[in-house]
């Protein structure tokens, strides 16, 4: 039963991590692994640690969500914006974007949203000159990653306090 326990404690970690990277399974990860240990563990002792695992999954949705949305606004980013931070995101991840041959998917995840706000911004704002058009771009840009970046901070938080419930939750019945 310690061995389990100590399993599931690697994928809980390995679900921290996952909140803060994107493309990595996150709060789901940990909420599995609580699931696993209720199912083996009969659910005695963990419906704190349950509820607040399903909480988390739901504020980190709303999160990723309201993070990009507020780093987009403070930016002034349009739509176009954000869907080529999307754009890029995918591109990024599967290693699609020609200037990555180094760094696999994390690198890319990292740079290609960031490029694909600059040229969706770039592409809408076609009635600016050149100079001032390059400069809301890139500033829309760094303003969806900045947010998208706080968000997964804010997600990692999150997932560490799950992770900690559930070890203050647990960890007497393991050790008797």
């Known amino acids: 039963m310690v061995i389990i326990y ?3 404690l690697i ?14 399974p996150g709060s789901s ?3 599995a692994a609580i699931l696993v240990w209720g199912l083996i563990h009969g659910f005695s002792g963990i419906g704190f640690a ?7 999954l739901l504020l980190s949705t709303l999160i990723d969500f309201l993070a990009t949305y507020w780093g987009a606004k403070q930016s002034g980013a349009s739509k176009w914006g954000q869907i080529g931070c999307f754009i890029g995101l995918a591109l990024g991840f599967f290693g699609l974007l020609p200037a990555l041959p180094f760094g696999g998917p994390l690198l890319g995840m990292l740079i290609g949203p960031f490029f694909g706000a ?10 600016l000159e050149f100079a001032q058009r390059a400069k809301l771009s890139v500033k829309a840009g760094i303003g969806i990653v900045v947010g998208t970046v706080v968000g997964n901070i ?3 938080i999150l997932a560490i306090a799950t992770v900690i419930v ?10 008797s």
Do not use: K, N
């Open 166 to 175: 559930f070890l203050v939750s647990t960890w007497p019945t393991v050790q």
């Open 50 to 56: 349950l509820g607040i695992a399903i909480l988390v």
């Open 154 to 156: 804010i997600q990692g």
């Open 11 to 24: 994928v809980m970690l390995v679900g921290v991590a996952g909140a803060v990277i994107p493309g990595l």
């Open 6 to 8: 100590w399993l599931l």
């Open 118 to 127: 600059v040229v969706g911004e770039f592409l809408y704002r076609q009635d």
């Open 29 to 31: 990860l940990i909420l």
